[in-house]
């Protein structure tokens, strides 16, 4: 129905940036909230950020003024600029779209598989 791809994951030392992108494919009908969750070894999935289709952003309190996030509706894509790095961002980070594919009745979530960020000290 919907993919979520992500990319821009990596090895960064504390204090630099990295910036994550998520595209949506497949029989996409429409795309409301868009958001980036993150899960650390041994720790349950948290929720970083999220946008709603009218750019409504909204932000953890731990990444709050580090991280922007921001989204392309004209290429179902969206990012996460994440700025001043710390060892504790380190997880795998997911991103989210509560959509209806073609053949969805309801909206649900969809979510892309992953991608590694690491920030070392």
């Known amino acids: 129905q919907v993919q979520l791809v992500e990319s821009g994951g990596g090895l960064v030392q504390a204090g630099g940036s990295l910036r994550l992108s998520c595209a949506a494919a497949g029989r996409i009908r429409v795309i409301y909230n868009m958001a980036w969750y993150r899960q650390a070894p041994g720790q349950e999935r948290e929720w970083v950020a999220h946008?709603?289709?009218?750019?409504?952003?909204n932000y953890a309190d731990s990444v709050k003024g580090r991280f922007t996030i921001s989204r392309d509706n004209a290429k179902n894509t969206v990012f996460l600029q994440m700025n001043s790095l710390k060892p504790e961002d380190t997880a795998v980070y997911y991103c989210n779209a509560l959509a209806k594919g073609v053949d969805d009745y309801f909206q649900r979530h969809y979510w892309g598989q992953g991608t590694q960020v690491t920030v070392s000290s």
């Open positions: 946008i709603t289709n009218d750019d409504t952003t």
